[in-house]
């Protein structure tokens, strides 16, 4: 007898993949840049987003889907800043999907948005297989974490249109070597971006703030 093996995540991705497209359609009709972040826990996703809406909210309208599995600490930190902001609890899946943003997408008001951050669950793996409409896929690395990381998870360093490698300030108690870091990466994805930055200090941020701001604006241009 042989084996009957159903391929179960196709099926699921590629119906992620046209909610995705519809999400897409609807955010662009609205002029609105999105960007998937994407991370290991604790390397500053929700940081690094309080940091731009702190630095760039007089000049750009910005909202926020925060997704984690459980809470919304995350979503009361950027709703006290009085930004818009939709937390998604996944209830233990680790990642979001389109269909979570898509019910999302009828909570917020899209045509008083410019950008919208979308923060994904932290985890290395999954979030990178499903697209959810975005136009930038910004992934953050962390100096803890190690710079063995693009080795150990391929597929999300390859996949990332930007890499922001945060807590750069810790990098004097650390054994962190930037240029092992920036080998592994390039050799997975040539073309990315890389912003050293610590959202502690500040440092770097002023380069990221800029190619944000271009890229808010080209697509109002669109
Ligand atoms: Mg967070």
Known sequence: MTVKVITVGEDILGANEEKARNNKSKLDKYGILTINIMSSPGAGKTSLILSTIKKLRKKVRIAVIEGDVASS?????????????????????????????EKALNDLPLKDIDLLFIENVGNLICPNAFVLGEDQRVMIASLPEGDDKPYKYPAMFADTDVILLNKIDLQ?????????????????????????????????????????????RDKKKK
């Open 172 to 216: 004097p108690y650390l054994d962190f070597n930037a240029d092992n870091f920036k080998k592994a990466v390039t050799g997975l994805n040539p073309d990315v971006t890389i912003f050293p930055i610590s959202c502690k200090t500040g440092a770097g941020l002023t380069a990221w703030f800029g190619w944000l701001e271009a890229v808010v």
């Open 73 to 101: 600490v995350d979503a009361e930190k950027v709703n006290a800043l009085g930004i818009p902001v939709i937390q998604i609890n996944t209830a233990g899946g680790c990642h979001l999907d389109a269909n979570m943003v």
